[in-house]
């Protein structure tokens, strides 16, 4: 299995520093949001910390988690701000995932099923090149490495639930802190993951605390540095971040169809709250979605199945674009988890991990560049399928 594994390592590394050599994107000065990531790691680079420069003036900023930032600073820091060695670092990390994979797989199936998934995740295209505009390594956007933090998270969250063994609870919730501190929407996970445990334990509260109480305490323990951080910016209690209200009102407005739109009155609002400060503007944003909700209970039920079509669909660009490789992992991870799955409590973690997803794309909006690093979930599943249907033609058990 050894030899098996370095050849996919060596596969997905050469596929994802292929991209990076090759890819136009590699080639183009971040913009949108991979420039605002940038312009705060160079900020944290140079020691201003994690903060905005607008109109050549410095401020702190709680609009971005610190995750993504922290990590584009560690790299400019050793190389200097090298776009390049950004991406080829994410290539590394993309060729790692695939490793990654192989041990949930191993961890909730066998050997042979990781191994499948770990191949499938080493040539999927949307992680080894991107597809449309977003994904693979030569892109700076916080995905790449939220999705190997997430994996990491589901990995050893998996192994303290089969082992028991302290480091391995404290290793889950580290990586599954690390993991929120990229993309606010993972604190779903840890609540779908206790709502899982619980039930395992004959739904008894204590029993689920007492047990698992390790993974939470580093989970909050990981937080808790952001947290004072950004009272000490804002003097108000920011759990994450204030971009969550501008997002939210981009999902929930007269314009949208299951994605993000700009509302109508948007360039007005922005207008009148010039001089407010990030936690009050984020406040303005979430009330203006939230009035839209309730003034417009009749559309929320249309919305919301929308929302989840448009995050799911194996389409881009309003289904517009057909995504085949992501259509083809959705179809046989659909088969295995509606036929396949045990429905162990391991297994029950994957499902944790996909469920983020739909939640956070019913609070705020469907989007496939928000689904992108939750696929390889499917990949997991699609590998079971794969394992089953294979022991089915042999005659034989192979998971």
Known sequence: MRKTLFFIFILALFLRVLSVVTQDESRREPK??????????VN????????????????PTTRR?????????????????????????QALMGALFCLVIFFIGKAVYNDLTGAIAAFITAVYKPFALGF????????????YLYMFLTGLSLLFFI???????????????????????????FIIFPVMAFFYIW?????????????YFLAYLFIGMTL??????????????????????????????????????????????????????????NKVFFRKGAEWLAENKNKVPALLVRKELVHWAPFEEGFSVFNPYYAFILL??????????????????????????????????GDPRYRYPYEFCLILFSSLTVVRLCGFALKKELV
Do not use: C
């Open 199 to 211: 039930v395992s334990l004959g739904f008894s509260v204590s029993k689920s605390v007492k047990k």
């Open 65 to 89: 988690t610190p995750g993504y930032p922290v990590f584009l600073a560690a790299i400019y820091k050793v190389f200097g701000h090298s776009y390049p060695a950004v991406k080829f670092a």
């Open 132 to 143: 449309f505009y977003y994904g693979g390594p030569s892109y700076l956007l916080s995905e």
């Open 332 to 365: 046989l991870g659909a088969i295995g988890i509606l036929f396949f799955r045990k429905k162990g409590l391991a297994e029950n973690m994957i499902i944790s991990v996909l469920l983020t997803s739909s939640l956070a794309a019913v609070i705020i909006f």
């Open 44 to 59: 944290i680079a140079s020691g201003k910390g994690l903060s905005q420069t607008v109109n050549g003036v410095v401020t």
């Open 224 to 281: 808790t540095p952001w947290v004072a951080r950004n009272y000490m910016a804002q003097g108000k209690f920011i759990p994450l971040s204030t971009y969550s209200g501008h997002m939210f009102w981009m999902g929930n407005n007269s314009l949208v169809r299951g994605g993000w739109s700009f509302p109508a009155d948007y360039s007005k609002v922005v207008e009148g709250i010039k001089g407010l400060s990030e936690y009050e503007k």
């Open 159 to 185: 192994l303290f639930i089969k082992r028991g063994r302290n480091a391995d609870g404290i290793l889950a919730g580290i990586f599954t802190g690390a993991a929120v501190l990229t993309r606010p929407e």
């Open 32 to 41: 949108s949001d991979a420039k605002e990531y940038d312009t705060i790691a």
